[in-house]
T-cell receptor
Framework: DQQVKQNSPSLSVQEGRISILNCDYT??????FLWYKKYPAEGPTFLISISSIKDKNEDGRFTVFLNKSAKHLSLHIVPSQPGDSAVYFCAASAEGTYKYIFGTGTRLKVLA | NAGVTQTPKFQVLKTGQSMTLQCAQDMNHNSMYWYRQDPGMGLRLIYY???????DKGEVPNGYNVSRLNKREFSLRLESAAPSQTSVYFC??????????????FGDGTRLSIL
């Protein structure tokens, strides 16, 4: 049973436009959500996170939105740059646990 | 600052051979993790160690064992490798605090092929 789902395996966006990556979860106990970015032959690197007490968190060009009632979060990248081309993973955890559950990833390609 | 270091980076094994993947972190993190990444499957947790002296199973622990040697080091052992264990293995560490989770820091992975 996939508790964290990224239903779009890939996404292509023109440089300068907005990229929107989506993630859905099923476990209502999840209260901390993260986005990671992964380049080929490297480990994932942390990008941005959000706690369930918030519905939005911004860091430069990256914004994460959380809709708890829909159990849905999204990552917005504005403006998209060719260097943003990578695989993006969302992950979730519940307070008091030490485990993070990852989605299957979305491959973003930003076209110059 | 090296962060999380995994060795080796690549390895080819024959079915039935044993192997230990090494991981060390220099960030004084309490928790360490082993994941495997397979195409279309994302990152799946194999084992984790919440703190020195403890280990727990993750989503896919069968066929693996782990050792938390000290606060810095967390190794993953394949006792009898099988082709289904061909994957990219990632080690990660973090410092979870009560009431506040923290992001994980990952190594660059070990690419393991089992023939």
């Amino acid at each position: 049973d996939q508790q964290v789902k990224q239903n779009s395996p890939s996404l292509s966006v023109q440089e300068g436009r907005i990229s929107i990556l989506n993630c859905d979860y099923t476990n209502s106990m999840f209260d901390y959500f993260l986005w990671y970015k992964k380049y080929p032959a490297e480990g994932p690197t942390f990008l941005i996170s959000i706690s369930s007490i918030k519905d939005k968190n911004e860091d430069g060009r990256f914004t994460v939105f959380l809709n708890k009632s829909a159990k849905h979060l999204s990552l917005h990248i504005v403006p998209s740059q060719p260097g943003d081309s990578a695989v993006y993973f969302c992950a979730a955890s519940a307070e008091g646990t030490y485990k993070y559950i990852f989605g299957t990833g979305t491959r973003l390609k930003v076209l110059a | 600052n090296a962060g999380v270091t995994q060795t080796p980076k690549f390895q080819v094994l024959k079915t039935g051979q044993s192997m230990t993947l090494q991981c060390a972190q220099d960030m004084n993190h309490n928790s360490m993790y082993w994941y495997r990444q397979d195409p279309g499957m994302g990152l799946r947790l194999i084992y984790y160690s919440a703190s020195e002296g403890t280990t727990d199973k993750g989503e896919v622990p069968n066929g693996y064992n782990v050792s938390r040697l000290n606060k810095r080091e967390f190794s993953l052992r394949l006792e009898s490798a099988a082709p289904s264990q061909t994957s990219v293995y990632f080690c990660a560490s973090s410092t979870p605090r009560r009431g506040s989770n923290q992001p994980q820091h990952f190594g660059d992975g070990t690419r393991l092929s089992i023939l």
